[in-house]
């Protein structure tokens, strides 16, 4: 399975940004599926996760402010983030079972 994560990019305190998650696999609609960030020096955080029944879960640091959403027709994942914080930045990652994409990074600064 591969995964492709974009729209990472630049944006000030309390802007928003929508990551993208597109999976090469047309039995998609049966993953679950999950974000988590890294910041450089940290480890690796879980903060979003969506599954196969549409069902959703949020790490403490972004509940209320973050929603993760799926497109089963069309093999996409998304991570609508709003409210953005500078300790946001980080490379955020799109994850199913062993497989991660390349990540995508959220820079949130003035």
């Known amino acids: 399975v591969q995964l492709v994560e974009s729209g990472g990019d630049l944006v000030q305190p309390g802007g928003s940004l929508r990551l993208t998650c597109a999976i090469s696999?047309?039995?998609?609609?049966?993953?679950?599926m999950g974000w988590a960030r890294r910041v450089p020096g940290k480890g690796l955080e879980w903060i979003s996760g969506?599954?196969?029944?549409?069902?959703?879960y949020y790490g403490d640091s972004v509940k209320g402010r973050f929603t993760i959403s799926r497109d089963n027709a069309k093999n996409t994942v998304y991570l609508q983030m709003n409210s953005l914080k500078p300790e946001d930045t980080a490379v955020y990652y799109c994850n199913t079972g062993g497989d991660w994409g390349q990540g995508t990074q959220v820079t949130v600064s003035s």
């Open positions: 696999d047309s039995t998609f609609s049966s993953y679950s």
């Open positions: 969506i599954y196969s029944d549409g069902s959703t």
